[in-house]
């Protein structure tokens, strides 16, 4: 059974149109990631939320942002997509964030900005 | 951001070879993981390893944390034709996953 569950799969937006991508996971963890793809490239970190608490990546751009409501669920809020955000987005949890714990995949979600 | 150096870059390989690919760092880490990555998919957790020099095997795949802790290497015994995909390394640090530059495998029957 899928722990870590992205939804859709496949999204479309206009430019400059924000756009929603959602995460939930079963597994109860206390750390969520975002985490960008681009083509054949490594993950790359954008945020991550342990509990409640918030942290952004020091590159990561201002038009992305993040809400987590509650334990299972996260979103990933792209204000005015540009051609450039295209990729595949993954979101990632982990029981904590101290470096002694595996992390778990979604299946990601590919956008594409048109 | 920061990544870690894993080689081969690609490798082509016949169906029933073994392979090997490994993960280098600058840094020092506690948790190394390997993951396997299909296209369009996201990466799948094949190994993590916890202790340096703990050796560990899933199936056909066995993977070793240096002793250093700076490293790492993934070995994938008879190939078979589903092993083709990305192969990522990550080391945990602190409220992060950093990943390798993967290596990607081609399994020729």
């Known amino acids: 059974d899928a722990m870590v569950i992205q939804n859709p799969r496949y999204q479309v937006t206009q430019f400059g149109k924000p756009v929603t991508l959602s995460c939930s996971q079963t597994?109860?963890?206390?750390?969520m990631y975002w985490y960008q793809q681009k083509s054949s490239q490594a993950p790359k970190l954008l945020f991550h939320?342990?509990?409640?608490?918030?942290?952004n990546e020091a590159d990561t751009p201002d038009n992305f942002q993040s809400r987590r409501p509650n334990t299972s669920f996260c979103f990933l809020d792209i204000r005015s997509p540009g051609l450039g955000d295209a990729a595949m987005y993954l979101c990632?949890?982990?029981?904590?964030?101290?470096?002694?714990?595996?992390?778990?995949f979604g299946q990601g979600t590919r956008l594409t900005v048109v | 951001g920061q990544q870690l150096n894993q080689s081969p870059q690609s490798m082509f390989i016949q169906e029933g070879e073994d392979v090997s690919m490994n993960c280098t760092s600058s840094?020092?880490?506690?948790?190394w993981l390997w993951y396997k990555q299909d296209p369009g998919e996201g990466p799948v957790l094949l190994i993590a390893?916890?202790?340096?020099?703990e050796l560990t095997s899933n199936g056909r795949l066995t993977a070793q944390f240096g002793i250093t802790r700076k490293d790492s290497f993934l070995n994938i015994s008879a190939s078979i034709p589903s092993d083709v995909g990305i192969y990522f390394c990550a080391g945990a640090g602190t409220y992060k996953y950093i990943f390798g530059t993967g290596t990607r495998l081609k399994v020729l029957a």
């Open positions: 939320y342990y509990d409640k608490d918030f942290n």
């Open positions: 390893l916890y202790k340096a020099g």
């Open positions: 990632a949890t982990s029981r904590d964030g101290g470096g002694f714990t595996e992390a778990f």
């Open positions: 597994l109860n963890h206390n750390v």
């Open positions: 840094s020092i880490f506690n948790t």
